[in-house]
């Protein structure tokens, strides 16, 4: 019984509970209509920059949790279960949700605002800005604890973070911009709420 326990423990965290929430919302969208149509999402809360400007700023919030078609969602989900499990051992659930969400609604106000400064307006959401954030937040930790924590090396996490945010500079319909403000958001939150776990070591003296 201690053994299911902590399996459940283990697996009821908010990345877990997160990703459950973005598979949920894209079924019950599936039993709507279309998920690949881009007038489908945006009539579902995708983000579109003149609609955020003329007051529906809940789109903001709404895109993070849409994803167009199966393949969109399932890659999303995909590197958030393994980065966000990472993130976690360094994190508390309250700090992890914060770190989630500010990343995905900052990225999403980067991306809203390249597009009205290079005229390239389109229907965008994804999850992305707010996994890029989890990115942003881990670079941060392992620089941090001097360069590697736990089996992450700055090498590693900076190879990473370039292949990621490259991906979608040199990927068609990939919205990079949001990648790259989920990121610097992520990393931003890192340095305000990451406090590294100092050991101390207390000697005993008999007498």
């Given at each position: 019984m201690d053994k299911v326990h902590e399996s459940i423990k283990k697996w009821l965290n908010i990345n877990s509970i997160l990703i459950v929430v973005n598979i949920l919302v894209w079924l019950v969208?599936?039993?709507?209509?279309?998920?690949?149509?881009?007038?489908?999402m945006y009539e579902h809360g995708a983000l579109y920059p003149m609609d955020v400007l003329n007051g529906e700023w809940y789109r903001l919030f709404s895109a993070m949790f849409l994803h167009f078609g199966a393949e969109h969602l399932i890659s999303n989900m995909f590197m958030q279960y393994f980065l966000g499990d990472m993130l976690l051992r360094a994190f508390s659930q309250w700090q992890f949700a914060l770190i989630y969400l500010f990343a995905g609604i900052g990225g999403n106000i980067t991306s809203l605002l390249m597009m009205l400064v290079t005229g390239d307006v389109a229907v965008a959401a994804g999850a992305s800005g707010a996994i890029y954030g989890i990115v942003g937040a881990l670079l941060w930790v392992v620089l941090r604890n001097g360069g590697k924590f736990e089996s992450i090396s700055v090498p590693r996490m900076l190879l990473a973070?370039?292949?990621?945010?490259?991906?979608?500079?040199?990927?068609?319909?990939?919205?990079?911009?949001a990648h790259l403000g989920g990121a610097l958001i992520g990393f931003l939150m890192a340095i305000l709420l990451y406090r590294r776990k100092v050991t101390v070591q207390i000697e005993q003296w008999d007498s």
């Open positions: 969208l599936c039993t709507l209509g279309d998920t690949r149509s881009a007038q489908f973070t370039a292949l990621y945010i490259g991906y979608g500079f040199t990927t068609e319909g990939v919205d990079a911009w």
